[in-house]
């Protein structure tokens, strides 16, 4: 109690933020009554049917609900591991460019598309990928056949993973970095007496020190394991690769959107937000008993 | 301990305190519509009679929405906003109403735009609805009844075209006597599809326009490899082609159509064919289906549709038709309206005709729907004066007289496509052409009819003599021409479209009540299963998928629309 006299202004700092989240995070939760409700709009909560998990039952009956799950799981684990790896690599080997103006550069060149929306990459990409583009261009120059990349199951989930991890790999790497910057030197000059070369530096100094980071963020990703992407994939796909490339967001979209079938929508939400709460806890309550790593 | 309970304190207020703010903003919205409600309104109406195109003693605000395109006529001023369409100055003069758009999209963007607002219950007062959105909203009890304002309101004119089909399209859209929605139903033959291809091309390779599904392929194959625009070049292909494969334009309902099967009207849902004894069948899953996709699948492998449309968007694919990458199009009578004008005006040399669409053994039946009312105006309850809508329906229609003629013009900043409600005269295509034609072959300089119609017929008049005479002072030659062909010209949009009527070269879409409850809820699913399996198998998948597909639509509801729709058609034998 005399601590929260002694610190009551901090506390009335924090109060902004608590409100906010309860309005804007805690507050839209009443709304998952719908995933248990025929849901009519314009009737509203209170005058909306209850069907208990009617809706649940018609989603998992959908003949695309496996498919989609799968595809949304694919999509995000190899999003997950690639943007722990290669932000890693990338943070690892500017880490070693003594040239300041030159990491500089390739930090800054690395982190711009991080800042360009999927409206506008997207587009990119299917101008890139197209077959009069530049990367067909340079296929049939070198003598192959020209891929339909856009078109194709299987190279189309590919390009989704590839451009998105090229988008956001700046990011992660920034963080990376000052972690790495924020290793004790003198480790790496007592290494260096006992005969450490970089590589032996690499593994037993800059890995284990900015493991805690690591794992945070492989934390805070897995928290969004089912979401593999929603604006970019909407933006991309197209009929041909639903079969690969439709995940649960897309398709709760179309469900939400052209069908008007809110409660099926709101009950693959809330079925996300449950699998998703899940993994995190896993996850975290591993994290603490492997490396005693605790965010609060 | 004490903190524990602080912390309950917090939460528990800032819950409620949400839950006030949720429930105070619905509050509003109520107190708004019931404490602004105008008591003068009531008190006029008693006073004076109702007058069609009367003003209001005090300025009425309606809102409403508007998903565009651009303008068509390339004369209007550049960068004008929809909500500087000068048909609302002169709306505001002449009755004392103010448009406010809560919000305008592309159209492309105006369903999802649209279902949201409907998601959120946010509704303008005016509606413009397609059937599906009609029948949810009347569920939900969310129009308006209409039935006084329209008795009260509408302008004799509008009566006459409501009437003009002895009053059947007004009575699809009332339930339990009430009037919930004024249909914007049009002369159904303006969806016969033709079959559009450029003439010079075919001349330049010393080919006949095709009558079959073989002799299109020869043209087609010619069109793709021996250089129709002689610029030394492999860049055309033959026959265009979207992603969304039955739609409003650059589809392929025709070439459907061609071998025998009807699969949709253009909005992605099957249509219904009679089989003989008077039951109907889903046009979308039947044998002659098959036979067209295969064809297109070898059309596919040999280049005759460009290999990625399924990327591409309406919006492209008017690209590859103006800039002369492509020389046959599927599609209705106004293509020369928009947008093979643009390519006339950027290739002088181009030349496009119409044809009866190509047949398995010589030219082939359209599918024609049986009421094409694809949009209806309807009020939203909620809206202080419902007969505001009506008015501006009236406003419309007056707006065609000769006397509006030399101010309503494009340049002037009328954009006629962006006005809502737009109700036309159902045969306003019909009464151009023969209005036009009688005015050309008596060689006379003004056209002679005075009525609603006169601008109509007037601008496609001007256009006609300006194109025929070669005279580009007005407007280009594209669109002197688009105007021309599409509507007027003998063997143009309009009169080939005449001729196939004539000669009974079309077979009835005869389903045409409002979307069934199964349609409703599985229509956006099963559309989804078409999409995806017919790209598939023009793009290469074995032709057995579409047996699969067959299967799959019927258990995905298909069977209980079958139901439905034939249960429907029971009730209509009966009447």
Request: glycine fraction near 8%; hydrophobic fraction near 40%.
């Amino acid at each position: 109690m005399r601590t929260l006299k002694k610190e009551y202004v901090l506390h009335l700092m924090l109060l902004p933020g608590v409100i906010a989240t309860l309005i804007y995070a805690y507050g839209p939760m009443a709304g998952l009554v719908m995933a248990f409700q025929q849901f009519e709009p314009l009737s509203g909560f209170f005058k909306s049917e209850f069907v208990g998990f009617d809706n649940f039952r018609y989603v998992f009956a959908l003949p695309d609900f496996g498919q989609v799950l799968w595809n949304t799981i694919i999509i995000a684990i190899f999003k997950m591991i690639l943007f722990l790896l290669v932000p890693l690599i990338l943070a690892l080997l500017l880490n070693e460019v003594t040239r300041k103006w030159f990491s500089g550069f390739i930090q800054s060149a690395i982190f711009l598309p991080f800042f360009l929306s999927w409206t506008v990459l997207g587009g990119v990409v299917i101008e890139l990928f197209s077959l009069s583009g530049p990367v067909n261009g340079l296929l049939t120059e070198i003598g192959f056949q020209p891929i339909m990349f856009m078109l194709d199951n299987d190279w189309f989930r590919g390009i989704v993973i590839g451009s998105d991890v090229w988008k956001g790999m700046g990011y992660n790497m920034i963080v990376m970095l000052a972690a790495i910057v924020g290793i004790n030197a003198t480790l790496y000059e007592a290494a260096e007496v006992d005969g450490a070369g970089k590589w032996k530096q690499v593994m037993h100094i800059t890995l284990p020190g900015i493991s805690p980071i690591l794992i945070l963020l492989g934390v805070l990703s897995l928290g969004g394991i089912l979401n593999a992407g929603f604006e970019q994939i909407l933006i991309m796909y197209n009929p041909t690769v639903y079969e690969g490339a439709d995940i649960i967001d897309t398709f709760v979209y179309r469900l939400g959107m052209f069908s008007q079938q809110f409660g099926p929508a709101a009950a693959i939400g809330l079925f996300k937000s449950v699998i998703s709460l899940g993994l995190v806890s896993i996850t975290y309550y591993a994290a603490y008993k492997l490396n005693n790593y605790r965010i609060f | 301990m004490k903190n524990y309970k602080t912390m309950k304190m917090i939460l528990l207020l800032s819950l409620s305190a949400s839950a006030i703010t949720a429930c105070s903003s619905q509050g509003n919205d109520k107190g708004n519509t019931s404490t602004s409600k105008p008591s003068t309104e009531n008190n006029q109406t008693e006073i004076t009679p109702p007058d069609p195109f009367g003003k209001y003693a005090e300025p009425v605000t309606v809102t409403e929405v508007l998903g565009f395109n651009p303008p068509e006529d390339s004369r209007t001023p550049k960068g004008i906003t929809p909500d500087q369409n000068a048909y609302f100055k002169d709306l505001k003069e002449m009755m004392n109403i103010d448009v406010k758009y809560k919000w305008t999209v592309p159209s492309s963007q105006f369903e999802q735009k649209f279902s949201l607002a409907m998601a959120s219950g946010d509704l303008p007062d005016i509606l413009e609805l397609d059937p599906k959105n009609f029948e949810k909203l009347k569920k939900q009890d969310m129009l308006a009844d209409l039935t006084e304002a329209y008795e009260q309101y509408a302008s004799p004119t509008l009566k006459k075209y409501m009437e003009s089909d002895g009053g059947f399209a007004m009575k699809t859209y009332n339930a339990d006597g009430k009037q919930l929605a004024i249909p914007a139903f049009e002369d159904p033959f303006l969806s016969t599809q033709l079959l559009w291809i450029r003439k010079d091309w075919l001349d330049n390779l010393n080919l006949q326009a095709p009558t079959t599904i073989d002799e299109l392929e020869k043209v087609a194959e010619a069109f793709v490899k021996n250089d129709p625009d002689q610029n030394k070049q492999n860049d055309t292909y033959g026959i265009s082609l979207q992603k969304t494969l039955f739609f409003w334009g650059f589809d392929v309902r025709g070439l459907f159509n061609g071998f025998g099967a009807y699969p949709s009207i253009g909005d992605a849902q099957t249509a219904w064919i009679k089989n003989g004894e008077d039951k109907l069948i889903p046009g979308l899953i039947q044998p002659e289906v098959k036979t067209a996709l295969s064809k297109l699948q070898s059309w596919y492998q040999n280049g005759i549709l460009n290999k990625e449309f399924a990327l591409k968007d309406e919006n492209k694919a008017v690209e590859d038709l103006t800039s002369g990458k492509v020389g046959i199009s599927y599609g209705e009578w106004w293509y020369p309206n928009w947008p093979l004008n643009l390519n006339i005006d950027k290739d002088p040399k181009a030349e496009w005709i119409a044809v009866q669409i190509p047949g398995l053994d010589g030219p082939a039946k359209s599918l024609v729907p049986k009421i094409r009312a694809g949009k209806v105006f309807a009020v939203n309850k909620k809206a202080k004066n419902p007969e505001a809508a009506i008015k501006m329906i009236n406003f419309y229609i007056e707006m065609g007289n000769k006397q509006y003629l030399e101010k309503n013009k494009a340049e002037n900043g009328y954009v006629y496509n962006w006005f809502n409600p737009r109700i036309y005269n159902p045969a306003q295509i019909e009464t151009i052409y023969t209005e036009v034609n009688k005015a050309l072959d008596a060689k006379q300089t003004e056209i002679t009819l005075d009525d609603e119609n006169y601008k109509n017929v007037a601008d496609v008049f001007k256009a006609g003599t300006d194109f025929l005479a070669g005279n580009t002072k007005d407007a280009s030659k594209g669109v002197n021409w688009g105007q021309y062909y599409s509507r007027a010209a003998k063997d143009g949009g309009w009169g080939t479209t005449r001729k196939i009527k004539e000669s009974g070269a079309f077979v009835n879409n005869e389903f045409y009540g409002l979307p069934t409850k199964t349609q409703v809820e599985k229509g956006a699913q099963l559309d989804k299963l078409m999409q995806e399996s017919f790209t598939k198998i023009i793009m290469g998948a074995s032709i057995d998928e579409f047996d699969k597909f067959v299967a799959s639509w019927k258990s995905l509801g298909g069977d209980d629309i079958t139901a439905e729709v034939n249960a429907w058609y029971g009730e209509q034998a009966k009447n």
